[in-house]
T-cell receptor, first 113, second 109 residues
Framework: DTGVSQDPRHKITKRGQNVTFRCDPI?????LYWYRQTLGQGPEFLTY????????KSRLLSDRFSAERPKGSFSTLEIQRTEQGDSAMYLC???????????FGPGTRLTVL | KNEVEQSPQNLTAQEGEFITINCSYS?????LHWLQQHPGGGIVSLFM???GKKKHGRLIATINIQEKHSSLHITASHPRDSAVYIC???????????FGTGTRLTIIP
């Protein structure tokens, strides 16, 4: 399978715990995006990488959120001290280059109790 | 006001009907995207267009740059077309997507 993969698919955690999600983009794609989608809403942009460089972060991404893309391959998104408001679907997408379509992973659904 | 607005929010139709979903945007864009999201969350890109019209099977997407408006049409709709259809735009630079809230389409057999 050469699509975008995300792990885990589902995560249930208690408020205050830390969680980490992983995204593996399509191998030759140098652009990687993280989005967040809450129930009944369209996704919202969180952050963007070109190769290993994180080039933009949304104001939605508080200090509790951090993302990395070491070596320009897979990416991780960590949320520290989770809050109930962090409950959402976290989506990863990758694209080959500028002006190319984005391919989405299946998402990680986070539930914070 | 959202930068990307879709209508209708919900649409229920009988199998075989011609479906139209509309999208309006208020900013300059480099491209407009139509995406499909099935229950469970997976998003699939249907079209990316910056002018004119594109067709793929029973799906047709059009865009009018001057009016900042796009439509997605489905001909001979089928229950398997039931999904959320999302319009999104990119504005150059990092090409991040700005999404509308989606149109939930239900096709009844």
């Amino acid at each position: 399978d050469t699509g975008v993969s995300q792990d885990p698919r589902h995560k249930i955690t208690k408020r205050g715990q830390n969680v980490t999600f992983r995204c593996d983009p399509i191998s030759e794609h140098n652009r990687l995006y993280w989005y967040r989608q809450t129930l009944g809403q369209g996704p919202e942009f969180l952050t963007y990488f070109q190769n290993e460089a994180q080039l933009e972060k949304s104001r939605l991404l508080s200090d509790r959120f951090s993302a990395e893309r070491p070596k320009g391959s897979f990416s991780t998104l960590e949320i520290q001290r989770t809050e109930q408001g962090d409950s959402a679907m976290y989506l990863c997408a990758s694209s080959l280059a500028r002006r190319y379509e984005q391919f989405f992973g299946p998402g990680t659904r986070l539930t914070v109790l | 006001k959202n930068e990307v607005e879709q209508s209708p929010q919900n649409l229920t139709a009988q199998e075989g009907e011609f479906i139209t979903i509309n999208c309006s945007y208020s900013v300059g864009i480099s491209a407009l995207h139509w995406l499909q999201q099935h229950p469970g969350g997976g998003i699939v890109s249907l079209f990316m267009l910056s002018s004119g019209k594109k067709k793929h099977g029973r799906l047709i997407a059009t865009i009018n740059i001057q009016e900042k408006h796009s439509s997605l049409h489905i001909t001979a709709s089928h229950p398997r077309d039931s999904a959320v259809y999302i319009c999104a735009v990119t504005r150059g630079g990092n090409e991040k997507l700005t999404f509308g809230t989606g149109t939930r389409l239900t096709i009844i057999p």
